[in-house]
């Protein structure tokens, strides 16, 4: 009746939507590709965004997605269309901004309490998120997020009723052997500890070939990590389970303040602000200690607060990740400095962190690939640490309930204390979805690489510099330097470039099968072992 369109997107960017408008032209999808098989809309790259996501890993931290005409709607946003004027109006309807927030002193005269009240919290966010006529799991790593929530299950599971037709959650965790960034034996020892069972899901022979390909179809946009096509194919296996929902702890860094080598800085700076000296020195040694870091490590990185987060990923993207000696100039010319990384919070650097990487530079990003990988096998992915009401209430409390001496997440540690097992309360080891590039871009990876970086459309693209390219591949498969990562997102966007610009974007033929080796079984049984 009012001829207006509104839209909006969710608060934290778990589900997408992308438009285009141009002239009387509105349009607007959950995938990209969506969007490109309409006649007018061109397959025009942007380069700026391209840069970012290959040497400053900027991604999904904008409207701007990598295709020149295509916007994303930003999480906690709305836009209305008016058909009268077709004016296009854009809001933001959820803030963090403004939260009342606690002084340390009234923290810590109520800590009991707010340990309390975070764990209330987290369970009533799990329990929302169980409402589910399919069956569902979980996917349980070897730290504090995913271990709380598996802890949260299993006390669910003590008061259920016996004649719930639906069985708890299922856990699966990934499994590396023999690599050091494997946490599936800490998974099911956590299981184990909370009377759980655990399904183990065998990814150390991925299958390139099939799953490159896939991934980078349903994801639209080019695949800064490798462990996006791992994730991809764990997808897969939970749903030929015929598991439905699948949890989460994402987000659970962002809010309880995770990445602690990252938060060094912000966290020095703020003890000698609100401690003075002997704050400094407190928070100083007890990092040093739980941690070992080097002291000129930890001195540059509260140097690196006060630089800025523009200045800082432009320097890295231009020295450490080899920009200036890769990347052609017109491709550096739309690249560097376009980072503003504006800060949030005033007056708590910590929170400010924890802010931006909730709102603008990690959850985004993480969601993205988590709900297409998802969405392309029919499942949907959960986050209890993104339900609202447990951001707003740790966005209310002061840095040294994120992080504290060195240790990382300190109220969620001291909530889940005797309900999670010490060894992950007391183990401050980040490992996340870590897979070992280096050694996958010298060895499953390798034919991959060489045929694109020869490739002539690689040559001819105009973004790269081929034979210093070639030189950095050369050097990593022989073992002299460790530049996987980099390799990789180079090949990545240019695979993009081959599917979604040069071409009509025509889906992958490869067929839709786990062919990866999960534990012992043989390939052509089951996908999941249960141990």
């Known amino acids: 009746r009012k001829g207006e369109l509104l839209a909006a997107r969710d608060r934290f960017g778990v589900k997408p939507l992308y438009y285009y408008v141009v002239g009387h032209f509105f349009c607007f999808a959950s995938e990209i590709k969506a969007l490109l098989a309409l006649p007018f809309i061109a397959r025009s790259p942007n380069l700026a965004t391209l840069f970012g996501s290959v040497f400053e890993r900027r991604n999904d931290r904008s409207e701007e997605t990598s295709f020149k005409d295509i916007q994303q709607l930003r999480p906690s946003h709305w836009l209305k269309l008016r058909r009268d004027s077709w004016k296009l109006e854009l809001g933001k309807y959820f803030s963090l901004d403004g939260l009342e927030p606690l002084t340390h002193e009234a923290a810590e005269k109520k800590s009991a309490q707010l340990e309390d009240q975070l764990r209330d919290l987290l369970f009533s966010a799990v329990q929302l998120r169980l409402r589910s006529d399919r069956p569902m799991g979980l996917l349980l790593s070897g730290g504090m997020d995913s271990s709380s929530i598996a802890a949260t299950l299993a006390a669910l599971k003590r008061t259920r009723s016996p004649h719930d037709p639906l069985p708890m959650p299922r ?298 390219v070639q030189s950095l591949m050369e050097r990593q498969q022989s073992g002299q330097n460790e530049s996987g990562g980099l390799i990789w997102r180079i090949v990545s966007t240019e695979l993009w470039f081959q599917m979604f610009i040069d071409s009509a974007g025509k889906p992958p033929t490869a067929h839709r099968r786990v062919r990866s080796k999960l534990l012992d079984a043989p390939i052509s049984a089951s996908p999941i072992a249960l141990l």
Request: proline share 5%.
């Open 171 to 468: 856990l699966f965790t990934m499994s590396l052997p023999g690599e050091s960034m494997d946490e599936a034996e800490i998974a099911v020892r956590t299981a184990k500890q909370l009377d759980l069972k655990v399904d183990r899901i065998r990814c150390d022979e991925p299958d390139f070939e099939r799953l490159v390909p896939l991934t980078l179809w349903h994801n639209d946009e080019p695949l800064p990590l490798l462990n996006r096509c791992i994730h991809y194919q764990m997808m897969e296996a939970i749903a030929s389970e015929n598991v439905i929902v699948i949890l989460n702890g994402q987000g659970g860094d962002e809010t309880t303040g995770g990445y602690f080598d990252r938060l060094i800085g912000a966290s020095l700076i703020m003890a000698l602000r609100e401690f003075g000296p002997q704050g400094f020195i407190r928070e100083w040694k007890g990092t040093r200690d739980l941690c070992a870091f080097q002291p000129a490590w930890m001195l540059s990185q509260m140097f690196k607060y006060f630089l800025g987060q523009r200045w800082v990923r432009t320097w890295r993207g231009l020295t450490r990740e080899r920009a200036l000696v890769l990347a052609t100039r017109g491709f550096l010319e739309h690249g560097i400095l376009r980072d503003d990384g504006a800060r949030l919070v005033k007056g708590d650097c910590v929170n400010d962190q924890l802010m931006r990487w909730l709102t603008r530079d990690c959850v985004p990003d993480l969601c993205h690939y988590e709900d297409r990988n998802a969405a392309a096998h029919g499942l949907e992915e959960r986050f209890p640490f993104l339900d609202f009401r447990v951001s707003e209430f740790m966005f209310r409390l002061p840095w040294s309930f994120k992080t504290r001496n060195g240790m990382s997440k300190f109220l969620l540690r001291r909530a889940m204390q005797g309900r999670v097992p010490d060894f992950i309360v007391k183990s401050y080891r980040k490992i996340g979805l870590g897979v070992p590039e280096d050694k996958w871009v010298r060895g499953p990876l390798r034919d991959i690489v060489h045929r694109v970086v020869s490739s002539k459309s690689f040559r001819e693209r105009g973004l790269w510099r081929p034979s210093r």
